[in-house]
């Protein structure tokens, strides 16, 4: 079992940029993780994933190019970085893990999920 704390999120200003931090506990380093968004009144959407060796990465359309998800196994801790913020990047977003092999996008397929940390964007 792992457990999951975001931290990082905050209020920022259009085009501006943000690190968020997810620490883990367990064995890290044999989970797949991924990022996760929810934004009021939608459902949570997929935002980016990455093997558990950090050797293979994956986004969704809509943050490519802009955001990057990283992974420093020794530190048991997940990373997305977040470039040029929009205000529809708003969101809480949360980091999961899942006991997948290869990288997945679905919320249902992560077994485990951390609290969330809430991100602003302002224009």
């Known amino acids: 079992q792992v457990q999951l704390v975001e931290s990082g999120g905050g209020l920022v200003q259009a085009g501006g940029s943000l690190r968020l931090s997810c620490a883990a506990s367990g064995i890290f380093s044999s989970y797949t993780m991924g990022w996760f968004r929810q934004a009021p009144g939608k459902e949570r959407e997929f935002v980016a994933a990455i093997s558990w060796a950090g050797g293979t990465t994956y986004y969704a359309d809509s943050v490519k190019g802009r955001f990057t998800i990283s992974r420093d196994n020794a530190k048991n801790t997940l990373y997305l970085r977040l470039n040029s913020l929009k205000r529809e990047d708003t969101a809480v977003y949360y980091c999961?893990?899942?006991?997948?092999?290869?990288?997945?996008?679905?919320?249902?397929?992560?077994?485990?999920w951390g609290q969330g940390t809430q991100v602003t964007v302002s224009s």
């Open positions: 999961a893990a899942t006991k997948a092999l290869s990288i997945v996008a679905l919320t249902t397929q992560y077994d485990y």
